[in-house]
């Protein structure tokens, strides 16, 4: 069947493309250093490693005994040679009847990027041993010498949980005459991660399992892949956290405005949060109601006029978008009523000389000169990376007894030599979001679980609801959960604990067919 992606694609401008949607983490995060992608880095008769460790906990309530198995698992390519080595580590339940194991539902998660591995999700909010990170709080752990702790909201008494790192990152790597590099294009990545997914069901005798997927970001984009690449692999549910499907709907190149439309209440989020707005009696839902409002009405209709809108209107949507954004109406009307996010982030708080955060604009950071080099740095980001990463580096060796023979890589080494490669795109936007719309027509029972953060300024909260509306899915098989909080929602313990008790609910009514 010919996929309906390659209708789905509109013009890119490749400036921005990585920038969108999570291309930073790659400058940001503290990564181990970069080794040489077009060698190949693992001997195909070197066995690969497993560890496998027994552990007791008490999660949302019920008390089980699981097992850690962190390994690496070969796939091959359509000849039947080795093409990769990639890493995982599976929490399955071990009080369950051998019976009972071959049913018990299993969610495999990966996190975005592109080149990022599952470190975030991991260490931050699925894990059954999490790091205890508040973002908000100034004594918030970025240098080593803070432990995990148990995390007790963990999905296990619900799910077995997967964790994959994409080849590239942690300890996965290409195989034989295949490079690391050769793994970094859209259809290559999602087909790798779906060779394993395969696999490891077919090794572990999981077939009968009822599965989901979840991606964080990018990894959302990934998830839509997968299930394109796989048809005959039939997914009970879809897990998307902040959603990276559709780029044309957060890049603003000239002559196509959709992308301002659809940050506006990010932006009316933002301005309520840093009290810049007259209105601040309104609670943040209201706050954002009242934008998405305006953004699909009156400023959508005068941004389609473009040059021939006249004076009277356009000082009319700057004083309202003034009032919605906490940036004076002369600035809207000097920008043809267009701001784009970074002139949002470097603009709103500029009288107290603070420039916001992009993954979660909650943050600042003083701005000293009109040329600063912590321009490059970003608040809502770099205490974070390196939180985690580290957490992730001495658990795996500590309580998964992981040894330590390789390089745990929390991001891949990409270099301008050997960059991602937008392939399918012939120079488009990427928009794979209609193989979601598709696979839930060919798979009737499948369901989709939606998560944003209403102060991401990456991949904005109405993008999501304009991306899965436009996508064809069934919104009565659908939920959207937001959360106050940005890209990576579990930075806050309050807003971690919705999420995932959110998709632990989820999860429980797609199998029981309540929904």
């Excluded at 198995?69 to 039947?80: N, R, V």
């Excluded at 740095?377 to 390789?406: F, H, I, K």
């Excluded at 488009?428 to 369901?447: C, D, F, K, W």
């Amino acid at each position: 069947m010919k996929s309906a992606y390659n209708g789905h694609i509109v013009r890119r401008a490749s400036w921005a493309i990585a920038a969108a949607l999570g291309g930073a983490l790659a400058s940001h995060a503290v990564a181990a250093p970069a080794r040489d992608e077009k060698q190949p880095v693992v001997n195909v008769e070197q066995a690969p490693f497993s560890s496998t460790t027994d552990h007791h906990g008490v999660f949302h309530g019920r008390s089980l005994n699981y097992r850690a198995t962190a390994s690496q698992l070969d796939i091959k390519d359509a000849k039947g040679n080795p093409e990769a080595r990639i890493f995982s580590v599976a929490y399955t339940e071990t009080a369950a009847s051998n019976s009972e194991s071959h049913t018990r539902p299993v969610t495999f998660l990966y996190n975005g990027g592109p080149g990022s591995a599952s470190f975030w999700i991991h260490m931050g909010a699925f894990g059954p041993k999490i790091l205890p990170y508040n973002a908000m709080s100034p004594n918030a752990p970025v240098a080593p010498g803070h432990e995990s702790v148990d995390n007790p909201d963990a999905l296990l008494d619900v799910t077995d949980i997967v964790f994959i790192d994409p080849v590239g990152t942690g300890y996965s790597h290409a195989l034989g005459t295949y490079h690391d590099a050769d793994f970094y294009t859209i259809t290559k990545d999602a087909a790798s991660v779906s060779d394993f997914i395969r696999t490891w069901l077919t090794i572990n005798k999981r077939w009968d399992s009822p599965r989901f997927i979840g991606g964080e970001s990018y990894g959302t984009l990934r998830s839509a892949m997968i299930l394109a690449a796989q048809k005959w692999m039939a997914y009970n549910g879809v897990i998307l956290i902040s959603q990276g499907l559709d780029w044309g709907t957060v890049i603003m190149p000239p002559g196509y405005d959709l992308g301002y439309t659809l940050f506006l209440p990010t932006y009316a989020a933002t301005a309520w949060y840093h009290h810049k707005l007259a209105t601040n009696g309104d609670d943040l839902q209201t706050t954002v109601s009242k934008a998405e409002a305006f953004a699909s009405t009156d400023y959508a209709a005068a941004l389609a006029k473009g040059a021939f809108i006249d004076a009277n209107q356009t000082r009319q949507v700057a004083e309202k978008l003034a009032a919605i954004t906490g940036i004076p109406a002369d600035v809207w009307v000097a920008q043809h009523l267009r701001i784009d996010p970074d002139f949002f982030r470097r603009h709103l708080l500029d009288r107290e000389n603070l420039r916001i955060g992009r993954f979660d604009t909650r943050f600042t950071i003083p701005v000293s000169s009109a040329y600063d080099p912590s321009d490059e740095a970003d608040p809502s980001l770099d205490g974070e990376a390196a939180a985690y990463s580290n957490a992730m580096r001495q658990y795996l060796v500590q309580d998964l007894a992981v040894p330590g023979t390789e390089t745990y890589e929390p991001l891949s080494s990409m270099t301008s030599e050997s960059p991602w490669t937008y392939d399918l795109t012939n120079g488009a936007y990427v928009n794979p979001s209609v193989l979601i719309g598709e696979a839930m027509r060919e798979n009737r029972q499948m369901t989709l679980f939606v998560a944003s953060g209403f102060y991401d300024s990456s991949s904005p909260v109405y993008s999501a609801k304009y991306n899965i509306g436009h996508s064809g899915v069934d919104l009565k098989r659908t939920t959207f959960t937001f959360y106050p909080t940005g890209h990576m929602m579990y930075v806050d313990p309050a807003s971690r604990q919705h999420l995932l008790d959110d998709i632990r609910l989820y999860i429980r009514s797609t199998l029981s067919g309540q929904r």
